[in-house]
Antibody
Framework: EVEMVESGGGLVQPGGSLRLSCAGS????????LSWVRQAPGKGLEWVAN????????YYVDSVKGRFTISRDNAKNSLYLQMNSLRAEDTAVYYC????????????WGQGTTVTVSS | DIQMTQSPSTLSASVGDRVIITCRAS??????LAWYQQKPGKAPKLLIY???TLQSGVPSRFSGGGSGTEFALTISSLQPDDFATYYC??????????FGPGTKVDIK
């Protein structure tokens, strides 16, 4: 079964840092682009970042540029999101997802991990 | 930046109704448009990709159409399991994905 499982969420103070992880299984992890998408409480979905198979291309939504870093370790079938200088508006459920074909958008999603930025 | 809009934001309907949700992009995205269904507390589920291709396992009462900047999701006969929030998403380039604000379909 193709699966993505996030971890690492929690409560962090404004200005703090957090690293999210996402473990993939049931597919050839190294073959596909990967994404992070978030959803603030009661709000819609917001794309956060994409990373290419070999990490040669990384893209971010403007609101996180310079603060968040997406990375991956294909040997460990793992995706990461390093989040620094966190703000209250970063509070959200963070989903990792993969795109299992070139013509597909994110099609396999994790269950999400919750990040709360509050003092 | 590509902006996405959806209408309506909320839709009240009954079982058996035909439902149409529209999505508009601020610039052409060719046919790189997807539709997702999301239920409370759950991850989004991909319904349709490339504007009109049904994802495996999705019932045929769902269909999508459009091109360029105007798109639509149609549910031909609303079922109890379809009450949810629906999002369109453009994925024209990997450098920028954008979701629409969502359409909540609730019981009339």
């Amino acid at each position: 079964e193709v699966e993505m499982v996030e971890s690492g969420g929690g409560l962090v103070q404004p200005g703090g840092s957090l690293r999210l992880s996402c473990a993939g299984s049931g597919f050839t992890f190294s073959s596909f682009w990967l994404s992070w998408v978030r959803q603030a409480p009661g709000k819609g979905l917001e794309w956060v970042a994409n990373i290419k198979q070999d990490e040669s291309e990384k893209y971010y939504v403007d609101s996180v540029k310079g603060r968040f870093t997406i990375s991956r370790d294909n040997a460990k079938n793992s995706l990461y999101l390093q989040m620094n200088s966190l703000r209250a508006e970063d509070t959200a459920v963070y989903y990792c997802a993969t795109m299992t074909a070139n013509i597909l958008p994110p099609d396999v999603w994790g269950q999400g991990t919750t990040v709360t930025v509050s003092s | 930046d590509i902006q996405m809009t959806q209408s309506p934001s909320t839709l009240s309907a009954s079982v058996g109704d035909r439902v149409i949700i529209t999505c508009r992009a601020s610039q052409t995205i060719n046919t790189w448009l997807a539709w997702y269904q999301q239920k409370p507390g759950k991850a989004p589920k991909l319904l349709i990709y490339k504007t009109s291709t049904l994802q495996s396992g999705v019932p045929s009462r769902f269909s999508g159409g459009g091109s360029g900047t105007e798109f639509a999701l149609t549910i031909s006969s609303l079922q109890p399991d379809d009450f949810a929030t629906y999002y369109c998403q453009q994925y024209n380039t990997y450098s920028e994905f954008t979701f629409g604000p969502g359409t909540k379909v609730d019981i009339k």
